[in-house]
């Protein structure tokens, strides 16, 4: 089998609860499973499929922050649902 390199894709999330942070992913060319890698480590193999990953001409970043989350104008003035 032939190995072929990941699809780069981005993903965000939150880190400390309100820092909006972005970072890339590395997904499987054949079965677009997400792969657990990064710097440190970078499978040969998906586990999904087996298919064979060639990371030599991956360029590692570390993660970009992109902002704060702002504050909700109605943060803790949530009206209660009625209960009859």
Do not use: S
């Amino acid at each position: 089998m032939e190995a072929k390199k990941p699809i780069e894709g981005k993903m965000r999330y939150l880190k400390y609860g309100f820092v909006h942070m972005e970072c890339k992913t590395y997904h499987c060319p054949e079965c677009r499973k997400i792969l657990n890698a990064g710097p440190n480590y970078q499978p040969k193999y998906c586990c999904e499929c087996g298919q064979k990953l060639d990371f030599t001409e991956v360029k590692w970043e570390p993660d970009k922050q992109i902002g704060y989350k702002e504050e909700e104008e109605n943060y803790g003035k949530e009206k209660l649902p009625k209960i009859c």
